[in-house]
C-alpha cells in the first residue's frame, strides 16, 4: 500500500476557498497512491474557535464535493481530513470525511474526544458517540481524530471492529509535539497497528502547529516523518505486517479486563 500524507499549511492569508481549491490539486497530484489524508479542521484551522460558526457546512457542503471530485479523479481512497459540520439542526461537529476512489462517502466520523477543557472546542462542538472503520481493499482503517489520539480505549475499540491501519487527522500545536510523535508510537504498539497521523503546518489563530506527519508500523518503528513545513508525506507498506506481527508476538489475545472478550 502507498499512503500519501498532505501535511498542508493553514495560515490566515489564505481563504477558505482558496485553500479548498489547493487542497484538491494535492489530492489529484497523488494519483497513484492507494490512500491519501488531509488533516484537521484544514479549511478554517483547528484553534480558529471563532470562525467554526461561520464556515460550518452541511455533510454535503463544499468541501464534501470538492474531495468526492478530487478522490474520484485522482482514483484513491481519501481521508478528507475533518470539517466543521453543521446538522439539521444547527449543532456543529468536528467531522471527517473518508470517499472510495469512485468518489462516494465511505464513511464520515464525528469527533468523540473534544479540545478544550470547557472553552473551545469542547463547548462550540458536539460529541460523535460511535467509533468507525472503513473496509479498504486488503485492510481496514480505523478512524480517529487529533485528541483522540490521547484516549486508548477509542483504539481498542476499533481494533475490536477490525482496524490494521488508524488514520488520525489532526491539528497539532507545536508546544506538545513530543506528545504528538509519543502517542502515536504508543497506539500503534498496544494495538499492534498501523498509525497514519496527518497533522497541519502553519499557525492558527496566533497557535504554531507542529507539522511532523508521522507513518508508524506495528512495532512501533517510524517508517516516515515529516518536517515542519508544508509537505506531501508518502511511505509504502505491507498492510499484511499486522497479521503477522499479532502472530508473532500475540499480545492481543492476552487481554483481560476493557473490551476484551470473556476467555472460555
Known sequence: MRASLIQIAVNEDETVEARRLRAAALVREQAGADLVVLPELWTTGAF???????????????????????ASDAGVWLHAGSVPERDADGRLYNTSLVFSPA????????????????????????AGREP???TVPDTTL????????RFPELFRALVDAGA???????GWPERRRSHWTLLAQARAVENQAFV???GTAGTHAGVP????????DPWGEVLAQAGAGEEVLTVDFDPAKVARTREQFPALKDRVLGLAPPRG
Open 48 to 70: 480558529a474557535f471563532e470562525e467554526f460558526d461561520a464556515a460550518a457546512e452541511p455533510l454535503r457542503g463544499p468541501t464534501y464535493e470538492a474531495m468526492a471530485k478530487a
Open 209 to 216: 502547529q507542529a507539522g511532523h506527519s508521522i507513518v508508524v
Open 164 to 170: 490494521e491501519i488508524l488514520v488520525v487527522p489532526a
Open 142 to 149: 480505523g478512524v480517529a481524530t487529533c485528541y483522540d489520539l
Open 132 to 134: 468507525v472503520t472503513v
Open 103 to 126: 468518489g462516494d462517502l465511505a464513511a464520515s466520523y464525528r469527533k468523540i474526544h473534544r479540545f478544550g477543557f470547557d472553552k473551545g472546542e469542547a463547548v462550540l462542538m458536539g
Open 196 to 198: 497514519l497521523a496527518c
